[in-house]
């Protein structure tokens, strides 16, 4: 029963899944090679933030966080020359505020002058949600749910 045939199917099978557990290196890397253009490659075209202050006690001691992003968010769009209504996703990590600074981003994001129909959603963790932000607008873009997203972070300790 080992006939050519049938040794053939089998190596042909073993052949593709050793091709799985040992893509090419092309295959390995879904983002594509660093130095590449692609025309589906994700860009950042602006990176802003607000000065760093003392905890407690700095010069934006009272200053809410929706102050601090309302500004940040204005910077983004108005020194990219992005037009408000183009972004299709504003994404905001933080930690420690309350309701996940749901109620806040929302707030700031329209203080920047974004109109309704410009969702945001707010996620709270621990530890780097202003850089989990970033990658799931990145992701979003990617897959191509949308073309133009904001990530960003607030904090105020």
């Known amino acids: 029963e080992y ?9 042909s099978r073993i052949a593709r899944i050793v091709h799985h557990l ?12 660093v130095g590449n253009q692609s025309p589906d490659d994700v860009v950042i075209v602006a990176a802003y933030r607000t ?3 003392k905890a407690r006690k700095g010069n934006f001691k009272d200053t809410t966080p929706d102050d601090l992003l309302a500004a940040v968010l204005s910077a983004v769009v108005d ?3 992005c037009p408000r209504d ?8 933080n ?3 309350g309701g996940a600074f749901a109620g806040g981003a929302r707030i700031a994001q329209f203080r920047a002058g974004f109109p309704v129909e410009v969702p945001v959603m707010a996620l709270n963790r621990q530890c780097s949600s202003g850089l989990t932000a970033v990658a799931e607008v990145a992701a979003a873009i ?16």
């Not at 006939?3 to 190596?11: D, V």
């Not at 040992?22 to 090679?33: K, L, T, W, Y």
């Not at 183009?86 to 990590?93: F, M, N, P, S």
Request: proline share 4%; hydrophobic share 40%.
């Open 3 to 11: 006939g050519g045939t049938r040794l053939s199917s089998m190596s």
């Open 22 to 33: 040992a893509p090419e290196q092309a295959a390995a890397n879904p983002m594509g090679q």
């Open 51 to 53: 000065a760093i202050t």
């Open 79 to 81: 020194k990219s020359g």
């Open 86 to 93: 183009a972004v299709g996703d504003i994404k905001v990590g």
């Open 95 to 97: 930690c420690q505020l």
């Open 142 to 157: 990617k897959s191509g749910m949308i073309d133009v997203g904001i990530g960003a972070g607030v904090e105020s300790m």
